[in-house]
């Protein structure tokens, strides 16, 4: 494969004109703006607005990459607009807009926000051990070009979300937890985000992480804690760019769970020896000893003995997510999030109860509860795998 650009600098705030002055940098690394980004094309730009948190939670992507962003494509002379497919709607998805600052970016800049859930959907074929169609968006099928602005986190069930995982989100709505039940463990959960990827990837433009603030721990949401990251990165080639990350982040890259789909099928470099770096030294960014999510070690079993743990000492070996009931304000999204229909309602409390049975694993409860009322256990044998202890 080709070299790719990797481009990343020092970063400690999110001061507007020094966040326009980097990404403008990394943007240039990649050529010519007017070639990059075509004058009158409409660009969807891909945030990460994971649920109703606002900008310093890290959680989701920060207004003021977005408002660098918006600028450099209005100054190419094209048409930016934003859009992402939130979880946790139960006020609405303009409740989501306002607590994550977009709402008001969007009035301030004069641009567009897109619902992806009101604009419809197309049926797309994918080539996937359990799914065989998948719906996406109309958003990606009505734009010219995209720019993917993920946030940089870890994550219960992928071990980190960047670049490529926030594809995931031009799956409007529930159909969101049809394809998790399909695709129940992390390695078949890679292979529909490769798919994914393979067919954004023809549109997309460039990827820009917000590094300046994230999330360690137990991401990708209120669980993990904030981390201070010192750095904004981008790349045309989206799977290198994760490869860096996942670098930095002390993770060997090569045979990484999430990227192994898209190295086998081409779809990006996740060789570090083919990136060409241009930036800051990356001794100046904040990766050292970055806590992963205590889930890491799952990722790290090959799929059939996972299955065969599971399957034959599951009462013995298990990470499984668990409700702390003062916490608990039964507002049910859980129970609505959960793809294996896992958690019931309790008769008398009318709380949400985890069935342990049923439950597949995937924590997609505890990613959108807005309350930190699920916590991840784990059975002591487990534990004693788990070298990133609780604190």
């Not at 507007?16 to 660009?43: A, M, Q, R, T």
């Not at 959907?121 to 996406?136: G, N």
């Not at 990766?287 to 999510?293: Q, R």
Request: proline residues 5%.
């Amino acid at each position: 494969m080709p070299k790719t650009i990797v481009s990343a600098y020092h970063c400690t705030d999110y001061s507007k004109d020094n966040i326009y002055d980097i990404v403008e940098k990394i943007v240039k690394s990649f050529g010519n703006l007017f070639e990059i980004i075509k004058p009158k094309s409409k660009v969807l730009l891909k945030l990460n607005l994971l649920s109703a948190y606002t900008p310093d939670q890290a959680i989701t992507t920060h207004p003021e990459i977005v408002r660098a962003v918006i600028n450099i494509v209005r100054k190419a002379g094209a048409i930016p607009v934003l859009g992402d497919s939130p979880g946790n709607l139960v006020n609405g998805i303009e409740h989501v807009w306002e607590k994550t600052g977009m709402l008001q970016l969007a009035k301030e800049e004069n641009v567009e926000l897109v619902n992806f859930e009101a604009c419809g959907c197309v049926e797309v074929s994918i080539q996937h051990p359990t799914i065989k169609q998948i719906y996406i968006t109309k958003a990606v099928t009505d734009c010219d070009a995209i720019i993917n602005l993920p946030k940089l986190k870890t994550h219960t069930f992928m071990g980190f979300t960047c670049g490529v995982k926030n594809f995931y989100g031009v799956v409007p709505g529930a159909r969101k937890v049809e394809y998790h039940k399909l695709s129940p463990t992390p390695k078949e959960f890679s292979y529909l985000l490769s798919e994914i990827y393979r067919m954004i990837r023809e549109k997309l433009l460039f990827t820009i992480v917000d590094g300046v603030w994230g999330l360690e721990g137990n991401g990708p949401s209120l669980s993990g804690q904030k981390r201070k990251y010192n750095i904004i990165a981008g790349s045309q080639d989206t799977v290198m760019l994760d490869s860096f990350i996942l670098n930095r982040l002390g993770i060997n890259s090569k045979n990484n769970l999430l990227l192994k789909p898209l190295k086998e099928k081409k779809l990006g470099n996740t060789d570090l020896e083919n990136m060409i770096y241009i930036g800051d030294s990356v001794s100046s960014f904040n990766f050292t000893k970055t806590k992963l999510p205590v889930t890491k070690f799952l990722n790290l079993l090959p799929s059939w003995i996972a299955r065969f743990v599971t399957k034959y000492f599951g009462w013995l070996f298990w990470v499984k997510p668990h409700i702390i009931e003062k916490k608990c304000v039964g507002c049910l999204q859980c129970m609505k999030s959960c793809p294996a229909k896992a958690i019931e309602k309790d008769k008398k409390s009318l709380k949400p109860v985890i069935r342990k049975d049923k439950c597949i694993g995937c924590f997609c409860c505890h990613e959108l509860c807005l309350h930190k009322a699920i916590e991840i256990r784990e059975s002591f044998i487990a534990s004693l795998f788990i070298k990133n202890e609780k604190k």
